[in-house]
């Protein structure tokens, strides 16, 4: 294996100061774990990332402490001539249109431009983390019992309302003095792609058991927790003017109307934190709230989480019910891939 082609820090960086090699080939990732454990020392990590061994300075290589807290990502580390690779296998991960940047990317940069405002939020240890994501409500990724009583059925006059970032606003409506770093982002995404993922990014990793250092659950929460119950709020709206609810994907909502209608209100537009109609389905087909298929102008469409947009875009009417949402395991030292008839995200 050719480590040039992969990035190294000096061994004396800091756990947050490394860049991860982000890797979404399964077979590439088992060559990485072949090769790292074909070194002669192996080394333990601590809770914080840092190396436990006073003999750094020899080849080794060590699990990355993401393992015990992660299901489809897994992570390794490799010392090697005075650097340190840190590798992660994260499939789906789209890194050319994400711009290569990272969770952790995001949270730096809120950190460089809301740290002193943001002090009062800022949480290091891992335990009370792991107490305040008790309170964040799992989103809204689901069908309704109208839903499910569609499910396999070809389905016309349905659109979708998208909320534009509606974490990083709802964040922002509960705590307005950020409101000046998110719309710039916001407003700007379009001139600086990399803005796009800064924004989509930074709310998991305010909340990340998987980073270490400054985090800021509470502001996470008041971010997701908000968009749900802003979600169910506009859902008694549509529900008031006889729409019917089909679902939710996170931050927006399936709906459909006998004579094709469209919903409006005085919160549609294209602001942070406004809603617009960004979907109308010539057809649509749910197999769950995880995975359906559509024809919109006359192109089809299949989305299956887990599944990446490389692989869902060679995809026919009819092939969601080949393919199910796949989950990643490590299995006596190898990433292994199974197919999990399981997974349902009602």
Partial sequence: ?????????????QPSKRKSNIITDIDEFNEIIAYCQNQNKEYTMTEHGAIQDN???????????KNAISNNTFGIILIKNGLIYQFTFWPGKNTKEEGGITGLDALKRFRTYCGKIAAPYAITDNRKIENIKKTIEKPLIELTPFGNMLKDCDLENVKHIDIHSAYPAF???????FFNYFNELYTQRDIHPEYKSYLNFCIGAMQSLKISGKRYPELARDAINDTKAY???LTKL??????????????GIFYMDASNREYHDENEGDDMGQWRVDHHFDKIRFKSAGA???IENGEYHAVVRGIPKEIS?????GD????HPKRYVLLKDKVVEVADNEIDFE
């Fill in 55 to 65: 003999l750094i300075m020899r080849d080794g290589w060590c699990w990355d402490n």
């Fill in 292 to 294: 359906y298929e559509y």
């Fill in 231 to 233: 979600l169910l709020e």
């Fill in 313 to 317: 875009k060679t995809f026919e009417w």
């Fill in 238 to 251: 549509l529900q008031k003017e006889g729409f019917s609810i089909i679902g939710y994907n996170t931050d």
């Fill in 320 to 323: 969601i019910y080949k393919h």
């Fill in 1 to 13: 294996m050719k480590l040039d082609k992969y990035i190294g820090v000096p061994y004396t960086y």
């Fill in 171 to 177: 964040l922002c409506k509960k705590h307005p003095e």
